[in-house]
């Protein structure tokens, strides 16, 4: 396509339920990057996709969060049992390559939010 | 020493002004510093960047000066517009590392008065 496309937009649930982000990045892009942007901040790296695999997930915060890229293309964000603390914006990006000057884009973003 | 501190957190401007952000890092190893811009409801989106190689860059009003002694670099926004009116990231990365992940500094609100 010709941007990375997030879904949903916005997405509000309770506490301890399960959500799953989507991304679907620019085509033939084959790195893909998640970071969460908490209120009033910079953007937080989460996990970096090369292909199918996960090249680096030293950002997620803890087990209760997960991604796939089964295809190595579309990627989703898992979060079990979520907290308040959970609630952010979570922003997707891909790159032709693992480089950063090579069309790293971002997209619009998930907000959720916890309730 | 993966932190990139950012200054100032806001920035008020009247149009046709300097408008100046600056960031410091500490990891000698960062190699590629973007600026990113994002408005609300939008992801950043790429504004500038520059490599330690040169110490200045410049595209069309903005221009990012670099200081690699002091591990320092700014973005200057010349004459500057309400339509900058934006949030302003520096950020730094490794880029002979190949894994493209940015270490993104807190942001600064910039707002230009018309």
């Known amino acids: 396509g010709a941007g990375v496309s997030q879904t949903p937009s916005n997405k509000v649930t309770e506490k301890g339920k399960y959500v799953e982000l989507r991304c679907d990045p620019i085509?033939?892009?084959?790195?893909l990057y998640w970071y969460r942007q908490s209120l009033g901040q910079g953007p937080e790296f989460l996990i970096y996709f090369q292909g199918t695999g996960a090249a680096d997930d030293s950002g997620l915060p803890n087990d209760r969060f997960f991604a796939v890229r089964p295809e190595g293309s579309v990627s989703t964000l898992k979060i079990q049992r979520t907290e308040r603390g959970d609630s952010a914006v979570y922003l997707c990006?891909?790159?032709?390559?693992?480089?950063?000057?090579?069309?790293?884009?971002f997209g619009s973003g998930t907000r959720l939010t916890v309730v | 020493q993966q932190q990139v501190k950012q200054s100032p957190q806001s920035l008020i401007v009247q149009k046709g002004g300097i408008s100046i952000i600056n960031c410091a890092y500490e990891n000698t190893a960062f190699d590629y510093f973007p600026w990113y811009q994002q408005f609300p409801g939008k992801g950043p989106a790429l504004l500038i960047a520059?490599?330690?190689?040169?110490s200045e860059k410049k595209e069309g009003r903005f221009t990012i000066s670099f200081n690699k002694s002091a591990k320092q670099f700014s973005l200057h926004i010349m004459d500057s517009q309400p339509g900058d009116s934006a949030t302003y990231f520096c950020a730094a990365s490794m880029y002979r590392g190949n894994t493209g992940k940015l270490i993104f500094g807190q942001g600064t609100t910039l707002q230009v008065k018309p």
């Open positions: 085509s033939g892009h084959t790195a």
């Open positions: 520059i490599r330690p190689d040169v």
């Open positions: 990006a891909s790159s032709l390559t693992g480089r950063t000057n090579y069309g790293y884009t």
